[in-house]
């Protein structure tokens, strides 16, 4: 089966609680065990970024090990809060020289599961409808390597889009973005970054064929909604 959720905001080593947000937050790490009862070793999770609060490699050990140690295989991809990422290259080594062997990267590439292609990327919310040179910058550099995953997937019919930021949030539209995935027909896309009171804008539905769906961790109760 494949699974997806986002922004789990790990602190095992870094001085974080989470229930600053929201008393849901409380105890969310045994919560998100208890929520990955569901999952089997043979499964795929992706996960949308904000995996930690550490800063770098060293200080996030502890989460990457309690993500390596949920059932599954994992693929991630990189979130505003996750200051240790620095090159999907040295994340595969770290990873490598600790023993983390169940967790991939989804970075310029796509994965296959069952006849559909994981693809994704951050993505980006620009602050406002007449963003600085700033926010265009990023936000083409994210298009750029939404094309590059959606490319990788060839000709396999379903592409699942996976994002960190919104493409859709109240008034804002990711043109750029959502567009790449019109031209590559995609029609599922999932998103995570929006919590607490500002789950009320956030987009799920339909929409110029394509149906999206928040699983930010709190959103979901923190436990992994399955996609198929």
Known sequence: MLW?????????????????????WAGHAQKLL??????????????CGDLTWGMD???????????????????????????????????????AENGIESIDILNNNCFFYGGAAICGTRGWMCPSENPGE???????????????????????????????????????YAEGLIEAMERYGVRECFYGHIHGAGRSLAFEGTDRGIR?????????????????
Request: positive net charge.
């Open 57 to 95: 490699m060293k200080s996030c050990l502890l989460d990457f090990k309690f993500i390596d140690g949920l059932p599954g295989r994992k693929i991630i991809l990189k979130g505003n809060h996750d200051y240790w990422w620095s090159t999907a290259t040295k994340a595969k080594t770290f990873f």
């Open 212 to 228: 999206y769906k928040l699983i930010s961790a709190d959103h979901l109760r923190f436990r992994p909604i399955k996609i198929m």
């Open 134 to 172: 700033h926010d265009k910058k990023i936000m083409l550099r994210e298009i750029q390597r939404l094309e590059a995953s959606l490319k990788a997937a060839g000709e396999c019919e379903r592409k699942l889009v996976f994002l960190h930021y919104p493409p859709i949030f109240g008034k804002f």
């Open 34 to 47: 208890e929520g990955f009862g569901a999952v089997s070793p043979e499964d795929i999770t992706v996960i």
């Open 4 to 24: 997806t959720i986002g922004d789990l905001h790990l602190s095992f080593e870094t001085d974080k609680p989470m229930d600053i947000f929201g008393p849901e």
